[in-house]
């Protein structure tokens, strides 16, 4: 199974929706490429298919791809299930969120901050799911389960979200579906991350040298490494 994708007979629409491999995600989100591709693209157990948890954006024009929304939802599934919280639960609190909402990617809602629990609440009587008792019954579990940091630097545009700022201190590196395919770029310039940390390598780790070359603040270079050394280290 291989991580490439490839490019260049994807329709331009793509290019509001991201574009990222299981590996990039991992680097992204620091969760594990075998867990994503389990929890998007389904997996085998007892010789019984079981499908994802939702239906991937990029579902019939990339394989083994994910979207901006499928990157940014992802990070929600691992905070429910480092909780202990079934799959099961999930993709019925999911499905339910979604009709609630008319929202595809509900749980990056800033609406369910507040109201999530209501919804796992649904869950717990239809099905006694007992993984969901305490996130239910403890509305401080909830909050420490959907923590603040879940949400921050994630832009938004009618409760949808549009863009993400990885870096908690600044916004000087964005991932926006609307610009490189959703890869890591400098806010301003539009810079890929990418070639200011090769350049960073290749010019001896010389910020102040980078930063000429491209013609771009010295600030933004730096942002690009703090990037690059939170993902990839």
């Known amino acids: 199974m291989g991580s490439h994708i490839s490019i260049n007979n994807l329709e331009t629409s793509l290019l509001g929706v991201g574009l990222y491999t299981p590996a990039e995600a991992t680097a992204y989100t620091g969760i594990p490429a075998t867990q994503i591709r389990r929890w998007l693209f389904g997996y085998t157990s007892g010789g019984k298919q079981y499908a994802g948890l939702w239906q991937p954006q990029l579902e019939g024009q ?10 940014l939802k992802i990070r929600f599934v691992h905070a429910f299930r480092r909780h202990g919280v079934s799959l099961q639960a999930i993709r019925r609190a999911s499905a339910h969120a979604q009709e609630l909402y008319n929202q595809p990617y509900p ?3 800033k609406r369910f901050q507040t109201d999530g629990r209501s919804i796992f609440a649904t869950v717990l009587e239809e099905t006694g799911d007992d993984t969901l008792l305490d996130l239910v019954k403890k509305q401080y579990t909830f909050k420490q389960v959907t923590t603040p940091s879940l949400y921050r630097g994630i832009e938004y545009h009618n409760d949808t979200a549009q863009r993400w700022y990885p870096l908690s201190r600044n916004r000087r590196v964005v991932l926006d579906p609307a610009r490189n395919f959703g890869k890591p770029v400098l806010t301003e310039t539009g810079m890929t991350v990418d070639a200011i940390v090769s350049a960073w390598h290749g010019e001896g780790q010389d910020i102040k040298r980078v930063a000429a070359l491209y013609e771009v603040p010295v600030a933004e270079v730096e942002a690009a490494i703090q990037f690059e050394q939170m993902h990839y280290s």
């Open 107 to 109: 749980f990056t809602c």
């Open 62 to 71: 990339a394989t083994q791809a994910l979207g901006f929304h499928d990157l």
